[in-house]
T-cell receptor, first 116, second 113 residues
């Protein structure tokens, strides 16, 4: 059974800092890994998707890496801003015999607060 | 334009009632999902439909019955609501059973009293 763990559970940093959020998963047989952002009272916004064959993806100030063999992913946020404050969720997509069935397994999330 | 929309956003109802949450996506995706986020903020998949066909039923009580009239809609009907059903329910969609990015709706906050 796949389990996803995110560390830290919460993080508070001053504006401008570079930061790293960590995600680990127990079963390396994944199809892809996605990082999401969830704002209070809102749905999930997909930030980055890394296919199992890829090592990293970048979008603006965000960079996500994937080490499938060790079951780890990191989300790097450069030059953090107060608007980055949100819960960040890591999710892995199950790979069942080469066919993805869309079963995302989520971590509990990291609550990020960036203060001015 | 809203890609994945679900209604209602907030729902407060009494135990024992039957309620439905509707979901529509205008992205042309062939796969739709229902996820549940409990009070501890854990998100877990409930159902997955591909081209109106049930793909995943993640041991959800049979009081929960999804219905997909077409590829763009996946509604969730809940019978005999219980206190433990209180949660946020998220609808989502993607191409090709999730091989691509999964897009989520804004959630439906269900409170059973």
């Amino acid at each position: 059974k796949q389990e996803v763990t995110q560390i830290p559970a919460a993080l508070s940093v001053p504006e401008g800092e570079n930061l790293v959020l960590n995600c680990s998963f127990t079963d390396s047989a994944i199809y892809n890994l996605q990082w999401f952002r969830q704002d209070p009272g809102k749905g999930l916004t997909s930030l980055l998707l890394i296919q199992s064959s890829q090592r990293e993806q970048t979008s603006g100030r965000l960079n996500a890496s994937l080490d499938k063999s060790s079951g780890r992913s990191t989300l790097y946020i450069a030059a953090s801003q107060p608007g980055d404050s949100a819960t960040y969720l890591c999710a892995v997509l199950a790979n069942a015999g080469g066919t993805s069935y869309g079963k995302l397994t989520f971590g509990q999330g990291t609550i990020l607060t960036v203060h001015p | 334009d809203t890609a994945v929309s679900q209604t209602p956003k907030y729902l407060v109802t009494q135990m024992g009632n039957d309620k439905s949450i509707k979901c529509e996506q205008n992205l042309g995706h062939d796969t739709m999902y229902w996820y549940k986020q409990d009070s501890k903020k854990f998100l877990k998949i409930m159902f997955s439909y591909n081209n109106k066909e049930l793909i995943i039923n993640e041991t959800v009580p049979n009081r929960f019955s999804p219905k997909s009239p077409d590829k763009a809609h996946l509604n969730l009907h809940i019978n005999s609501l219980e206190l433990g059903d209180s949660a946020v329910y998220f609808c989502a969609s993607s191409h090709k059973s999730g091989g691509n990015t999964i897009y989520f709706g804004e959630g439906s906050w269900l409170t059973v009293v």
